[in-house]
């Protein structure tokens, strides 16, 4: 069940055009900023919304020829959409039901779906009697009872509130592992992806700006979206030897040896902030004003303009030690020890 | 019956596609609100009279000939009712979402089978209030019956026209009559105005 597609659609001036593939058993997330297309993507995987121009190949199967129905995908929509005058039985059954299975078989097919997510004891219940997480997993049934080739997960823990966000996400790991065939999981939280997929894809603007696996993905971002989604300080610059030159003519000093075109990141816990000039060890030193200062966590994050705009955690016990205010001006190190470099 | 049949697909039609031409359908759809109905039976007479054009081609093709016969009182009711129905259907599958019809296409629903078994009995109130209100309209009707049927008792002859006879012959049985139409009509709009109307 590998899915391997090319997906181009126009729309307006916006324009999607991807990769996605994806292997029997892999979770795959879609993650990107709202507007990314996203869930544009998703649509024409599920035969939603016409392609432009591309293909999509599951399993040796052209899936963009076919309609909707014939695809055999399993989505979980963003709002689950469960048919309001349908038990939730009922709505695990559709499947069935539309695939030729007879009433009486679709339901105790559905009946072991809905034991399986652990609503055994809501089988009658109509949706609107359901709790957010109830919904989800009857959402996530109905998809599944359809024995799809691939499924397809449309932000599918958005709308829980963050408690029962936790325990959802924990079951739809253990249901997504059992599922044999390749999923596709849009989400714009990063959590939810580093959890639950094995292989990241990064769109912005319709494009896909990067691939790779969790580890990857957070210790080397490539885009200043991912950057801040992962929490480092990222620029991009021309190495040569252990020196960075950024554009603007600014110089960071780096632990490891690169040449050429060269991103360098490093985390906000890693800049010290002094009043005056320090002297002493690091290599990197420069003037920084401070712009705005907000919370994060236990520490606070402070942003700082100068000659490359930098963020830095310092604890509250340091800020009202160094006065931190917008418009005060004092000096950013960074050890050369925590830059770290990579190609471009 | 006839209306339910021809009006919800039609209602569909014109919420669900874009096609050109579709407000002209629907002008021609809501042309009998508008018109008197006298106007529109000489309208029915006209197109399907014997000498009408598409009458005169089912005369000479099927022997069959609509103009006073039981048949075309059901024509010429379903004419000045239907756009009743066409107008309260077509205003729920808007308010439908639609992608409860594409949620059911990915588990395999053809678009008949998602029609039938989620669009239908979302809509199913809107529909009821279409019909009784189409209902309601063929109840009442009078002048394209009149026209287009005539008043042949027992064969064409509505209740409507028997009333109107009535009056000119029979004033106290014009007023037994008028009385037990306004009867059945009052209590069936009661009984299913709370279950299905306000609904």
Known sequence: ?344 | MVCLILGVPLAWVLARTDFPGRRLVRALVTVPLVLPPVVGGVALLLVFGRRGLVGGWLDQNFGVSLPFTTAGVVVAEAFVAMPFLVIAVEGALRGADARYEEAAATLGATRWTAFRRVTLPLIAPGVAAGAVLCWARALGEFGATITFAGNFPGRTQTMPLAVYLALEQDVDAAIVLSLVLLAVSVGILAALRDKWVAA
């Open chain 1, 1 to 344: 069940m590998t899915l391997s597609s090319s997906i181009k659609i126009k729309r307006g001036d916006f324009t999607l055009d991807i990769e996605l593939t994806a292997a029997p058993g892999e979770v795959v997330a879609l993650l990107g900023p709202n507007g990314a297309g996203k869930t544009t993507a998703l649509r024409a995987l599920a035969g939603l919304l016409p392609l432009d121009d591309g293909r999509i190949d599951l399993d040796g199967i052209r899936l963009d020829q076919l309609a909707p129905e014939q695809r055999r995908i399993g989505v979980v929509f963003q709002d689950y959409l469960l048919f309001p005058h349908l038990t939730a039985l009922d709505n695990v059954a559709f499947g069935p039901r539309c695939h030729g299975v007879p009433r009486a078989e679709a339901r105790q097919q559905a009946q072991g779906w809905l034991a399986r997510v652990g609503l055994a004891e809501h089988v009658r219940k109509k949706p609107r009697q359901l709790s957010g997480g109830q919904a989800q997993r009857v959402a996530l049934a109905r998809a599944l009872a359809g024995e799809p080739r691939m499924l397809l997960l449309d932000e599918p823990l958005a709308a829980l509130d963050a408690r029962t966000r936790l325990d959802t996400r924990a079951q739809l790991r253990g249901h997504l592992t059992a599922f044999g065939g390749a999923t596709i999981l849009v989400t714009h939280d990063p959590l939810d992806a580093l959890m639950l997929a094995d292989r990241l894809v990064i769109i912005e603007d319709g494009r896909v700006v990067q691939t790779g696996d969790a580890a990857t993905i957070t210790a080397q971002p490539r885009t200043d979206y991912v950057a801040r989604l992962v929490g480092l300080n990222l620029y991009r610059g021309h190495a040569s030897g252990s020196t960075v030159r950024l554009p603007g003519g600014f110089d960071l000093v780096t632990a490891a040896e690169e040449s050429g075109e060269v991103f360098v990141a490093f985390p906000p816990s890693a800049v010290a902030l002094y009043p005056s000039r320090p002297d002493g060890s690091p290599r990197n030193t420069w003037p920084a004003t401070v712009s705005t200062v907000s919370r994060q966590g236990d520490a606070l994050r402070i942003e700082l303009g100068g000659p490359i705009p930098v963020a830095a955690d310092v604890t509250p016990a340091a800020a009202v030690h160094l006065g931190l205010e917008p418009g005060r001006e004092l000096w950013a190190t960074v050890k050369a020890t925590e830059v770290r470099s990579y190609r471009a």
